[in-house]
């Protein structure tokens, strides 16, 4: 639940379009609901500006399914982050028969854009997210129908097993699912659970600049996340230190971003040289990719750490999540 769900509620209360007793019942819920294996925080949003994320490694498909339908009950929209493909279309076969169920109709039938179907990247890094040129983002709409029965090929029977129990407990509910409603994104391995939105009008604006092609999957985690929050994005790919001129013909576009992230393995030297020519805030992601002595990110994130480049922000290796919510704290102070 975020801060415009609470007063959407307030406000169907004051015009009568809900008793104060529905009210008080949606409210209940908050600030979290225990399943068992997890606590979904429904607060999180109205707290901090953006719904609870899943973390999929170690998550059974049933319990991804179980904790997106809580969230996306009192949420719009719904990201599960670091989800194989495999895991993915297992999830999706799940949730639609979930979504099904709760509509009860005969079947779900859901697009799945796998890896292979996807549009490959082009000379302006596009791929799981379309970027305009005047910087907005959205998701792509390119996607393929796969059958249940493709989908559960996954190996996952053991997995769903032990979340039984919380299944049952979700049948018993009376949340409608919506159908359709996922969308699995094979770049930045996330799912999507609800429609992406259009950029808020005015909005301030991220610039996400790679250090390589390699660090591309990074930086489009970071664009979901900016996207969603609804903030229009710009990407400036594959301009690294080796060729670091390559980045002066975007110069323009980066001085006009509230924000720019700067993603980059190897030595991380980039995101010192951005850092160094932009009066705004500059975050650094550090990414596991490079040779030996790279320590996979570890010498990266030591470099970004001790850049020269005054109040520049640092991240977790891979962390693009992290990254995009430093950003959408900031751009919360800034006016459009």
Avoid at 68 to 77: D, G
């Amino acid at each position: 639940m975020d801060r415009k769900s609470v007063e959407d509620l307030l406000r169907s209360v004051s015009q009568g379009g809900i008793s104060v007793s529905d009210a008080c019942e949606r409210l209940a819920i908050l600030p979290y609901q225990d399943l068992g294996f997890a606590k979904p925080d429904l607060h999180r949003g109205l707290r901090q500006g953006f719904p609870e994320v899943i973390f999929c490694p170690g998550k059974a498909p049933q319990q991804i399914v179980d904790i997106a339908i809580k969230l996306r009950a009192s949420n719009s929209i719904v990201i599960a982050t670091r989800v194989e493909e495999a895991q993915a279309k297992e999830v999706v076969r799940l949730y639609n028969r979930a979504a099904a169920a709760s509509q009860n109709s005969g079947a779900a039938i859901h697009s799945f854009s796998s890896a292979a179907n996807q549009n490959p990247s082009n000379g302006s890094g596009q791929s799981s997210l379309s970027v305009s040129a005047e910087g907005s983002s959205s998701a792509s709409e390119t996607s393929s129908t796969t059958s249940d029965a493709a989908m559960a090929n996954a190996t996952t029977s053991n997995a769903i097993a032990s979340s039984v129990a919380s299944s049952h407990a979700l049948e018993k509910s009376a949340v409608e699912i919506p159908l359709n409603d996922c969308e699995y994104l094979p770049q930045p391995k996330a799912l999507v659970f609800g429609q992406l939105p259009m950029p808020k009008k005015d909005a301030p604006s991220v610039s996400i600049v790679t250090a390589g092609t390699a660090d591309i999957a990074v930086a489009e985690e970071v664009a979901l996340f900016i996207v969603a929050a609804g903030y229009p994005v710009s990407c400036v790919y594959d301009v690294g230190v080796a060729g670091v001129h390559r980045l002066f013909d975007s110069l323009a576009l980066l001085r006009k971003a509230h924000v720019t992230v700067v993603v980059a393995g190897m030595d991380g030297a980039l995101a010192s040289f951005v850092g160094g020519l932009l009066d705004k805030p500059v975050i650094a992601v550090p990414t596991s990719i490079g040779y030996g002595a790279s320590f996979e990110g570890v010498a990266a994130l030591l470099s970004m750490l001790n850049s020269c480049a005054a109040g520049l922000t640092v991240v977790n290796i891979d962390n693009g999540f992290g990254a995009a919510m430093a950003a959408l704290r900031i751009l919360a102070t800034a006016k459009g």
